[in-house]
Structures are given as structure tokens and as C-alpha cells.
Nanobody, 111 residues
Framework: QVQLVESGGGFVQAGGSLRLSCVASGSILRFYNMAWYRQAPGKQRELVAH???????NYADSVQGRFTGSRDNAKNTVYLQMNNLKPEDTAVYYC?????WGQGTQVTVSS
């Protein structure tokens, strides 16, 4: 199990962009399953992006074409680039690698 620390959240106006980072305490090379989830107030946690190797990534319909996940194995870091943000993207975003979860980072999008 690795320790995960997310960063990059914040407050942005609709149409803006943010890039989330998730740094792992150890090597992530052995992990195929890496993902970003989010949880809005009063809602269940939902999968946003599953990040595989190369082109093997999948996204929720609600973020398809706007969000891009990536990984840098050399830096033990997973990213989520979020463009054209919408108010409905407001949530706490969590990184998940294997069975490990980060503490979450708040993203707030104003209209």
C-alpha cells in the first residue's frame, strides 16, 4: 500500500481549468488500476477517470472530452487535467491507486 497526497484543487470560474496531482510515497509502476473519483455534497462517490497505460483510459460520460488523466511513473505521480470546468464539477476529488486513497482535494467551480 502506498500513501497518496493530492494537490491542485481550488476555486475557478466556469470554463476554467485546473490540474490535480496525486503523489505516491512509493513506486506506482506495479499498479495498473489508478483512478480519480469525486464526491459532491449529498452524493455518492463516483468514478471520474480510470487511468491505464498509454491510451487505455476511460472517463465518465459527464467529463468525457474535458478531463484527461495521465501518469508519470518516474515521478510516482498521477494527474487529472480538467478543462472547461462546469459548476456541476464541484466536488472533493480523490486519487485511488490499488487499495490506497488520498485525502481529497476540493474543487469549486462558480457559474
Amino acid at each position: 500500500q502506498v500513501q497518496l497526497v493530492e494537490s491542485g484543487g481550488g476555486f475557478v470560474q466556469a470554463g476554467g481549468s485546473l490540474r490535480l496531482s496525486c503523489v505516491a510515497s512509493g513506486s506506482i509502476l506495479r499498479f495498473y488500476n489508478m483512478a480519480w473519483y469525486r464526491q459532491a455534497p449529498g452524493k455518492q462517490r463516483e468514478l471520474v477517470a480510470h487511468i491505464g497505460y498509454g491510451a487505455g483510459s476511460n472517463y465518465a460520460d459527464s467529463v468525457q472530452g474535458r478531463f484527461t488523466g495521465s501518469r508519470d511513473n518516474a515521478k510516482n505521480t498521477v494527474y487529472l487535467q480538467m478543462n472547461n470546468l462546469k459548476p456541476e464539477d464541484t466536488a472533493v476529488y480523490y486519487c485511488n491507486i490499488g487499495t490506497s486513497w488520498g485525502q481529497g482535494t476540493q474543487v469549486t467551480v462558480s457559474s
